[in-house]
T-cell receptor
Framework: QKEVEQNSGPLSVPEGAIASLNCTYS??????FFWYRQYSGKSPELIMS??SNGDKEDGRFTAQLNKASQYVSLLIRDSQPSDSATYLC??????????WGAGTKLIIKP | KAGVTQTPRYLIKTRGQQVTLSCSPI?????VSWYQQTPGQGLQFLFE???????NKGNFPGRFSGRQFSNSRSEMNVSTLELGDSALYLC???????????FGPGTRLTVT
């Protein structure tokens, strides 16, 4: 099992709908969790970090962390075509190294 | 506050040459991490520097090296370039080792 796993997609969502992105992780990476967005040809951009169980909201984005089930998710409400990108999930291990998922490609269809 | 800057942005080198890439972190950030990104391999961790010391190292050959200066600026060096080293090299900085990382625009290296 990979330490951080994401479905590679593509995940296709109609404009205005909720996009749900998921990430599971192993016992070795259970410190802090991060979601990044990466447009094609650009560098990753931090969307949100989450450290404790529950939900964290920032504008149209909500991160959810469930440590018992070892998953973290990102919900994007009112999806826009500009949200089309690859979403990377990362988890920090006990050595403060970020372990990365392979990313989920999200496509928002107008 | 200015973001992370990387120079050069684009580079073309010949196999066997060496290259040095530079990264200036966000002001006040003390940790700098380097990543290699290729279409097939995703984000691969190279190394992390904090207080001028390498704290973590990824699974890359010794041809890849780096250093950090007292002002937190960092450089990475790749010697004896191979075709497979063609990639986007990303630098990310964070305030402390356990905080969020912020990425620079990257240096796109092409080895011919």
């Amino acid at each position: 099992q990979k330490e951080v796993e994401q479905n590679s997609g593509p995940l296709s969502v109609p404009e205005g709908a909720i996009a749900s992105l998921n990430c599971t992780y192993s016992d070795r990476v259970s410190q802090s969790f991060f979601w990044y967005r990466q447009y094609s040809g650009k560098s990753p951009e931090l969307i949100m970090s989450i450290y404790s169980n529950g939900d964290k909201e920032d504008g149209r984005f909500t991160a959810q962390l469930n440590k018992a089930s070892q998953y973290v998710s990102l919900l994007i409400r009112d999806s826009q075509p500009s949200d089309s990108a690859t979403y990377l999930c990362a988890a920090m291990d006990s050595n403060y190294q970020l372990i990365w998922g392979a990313g989920t490609k999200l496509i928002i269809k107008p | 506050k200015a973001g992370v800057t990387q120079t050069p942005r684009y580079l073309i080198k010949t196999r066997g040459q060496q290259v040095t890439l530079s990264c200036s972190p966000i002001s006040g950030h003390r940790s700098v991490s380097w990543y290699q990104q290729t279409p097939g391999q995703g984000l691969q961790f190279l190394f992390e520097y904090f207080s001028e010391t390498q704290r973590n190292k990824g699974n890359f050959p010794g041809r890849f090296s780096g250093r950090q200066f007292s002002n937190s600026r960092s450089e990475m060096n790749v010697s004896t370039l191979e075709l497979g080293d063609s990639a986007l090299y990303l630098c990310a900085s964070s305030l402390e080792r356990f905080y969020e990382q912020y990425f620079g625009p990257g240096t796109r290296l092409t080895v011919t």
